[in-house]
């Protein structure tokens, strides 16, 4: 797939604030071509996800741009000499530095760099990725102690300055495990006056109580070092932290099977539901099975299309579980593959559904099983045939 690069370029060098509109458009374009023009049968955030996460990794365009400004944002935290470009950012920024522009509430900073074209975009699109997960008006422990605009007295009161330039600078230094520390421990810690009592009681009111010192995920993406990669380290990183939940399919399948299936099972279902085969097209069959996109004969009878009834032993309802598993004609390719896995390696599956509940077990099991997948083509082939039931 060559169209991200293409489109990275233009997203990484354009200094534009983006409109999700922009990015809704791309995702319904993507929708069309990989459903070639009829009804999605899923939703493109759902393919969008990470393989490890139950999707089929569709690249997310808007992640992809916010991680490219996530670039840029990590160089104003943590400048190099080398890089000029920073230089000419900075400039017409008010009364901030490009390094606290990140950690001051949207409403302020924006009447701060109104007439910096540059900054403006890249601190609008910070703002959409902070309430996109769920971080609108987080109060920053990294906001600076001077010139805070949020914060009135800083940016007028010389001690604050004096405060700054003996290396107590953000918020976050008034904290020691985990909350804010005495008048007494910061006096002798930065060398403070006793003078500055006032100030220390003015800046402890500020921060809300029981605001605990720990930084969003974004944050800490920021402060953070990240070497090579960056744009994919951070695209997999905002992948990991969208809620995405599965449980709807596995109620379903819990509901099918008869049995509860526990959190730890079902995320390894989902994490290895890519691994098992080495072919793509058995890789998609897989997707599908996990996520139930085969339109079954109860489904299409639903629809006014036909009998309910199972289309290979006629004679039994075709829910999911019955195409998949109990029909009793797709019962001999199970007891296939039992023989397969038993002639092959000695080892004797039992003939469930259900996850075997012993670990060794079940570990021996998964692994004897991807084994077998991956070396014995004639299973992946009868799987292959028995799951287009379509
Ligand atoms: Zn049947």
Redesign the pocket.
Known sequence: MNILPRLMYPLQMLPNSIPNSWFANLDKMFTQFIWQGKKARMKISKLQRARDQGGLGVPNVQLYYWAAQMRYIYEWVNPEPTNTWIDMESWNCGLLTLKNCPFITYKKVKLEVQNNFIVRNTLNTWNKMMSCFGFKNHFSLLAPIWKNPDFVPSCHDAVYKFWHEKGLDRLVKLYEGGAVESFEALKSKYSLLQSHFFRYLQIRHYIPKNRHAQNTFLEDLLIQPISKRFISQIYKTFGLNFNHSTDNIRKQWQNDIGEQIEEKVWTSIIKNTHRILSCNTDRETQFKILHRLHCTPLLRSRFGLGSPN?I?????I?TYT??VW?????QHFWSDVKEEVATLLGYGLELTPSHPQNTTTQAAGTNLTLWTYKQHKNINKLLHRNANFE
């Open positions: 199972c290979k032993c006629c004679s039994e075709g019955h195409m109990k029909c009793c004609k797709i």
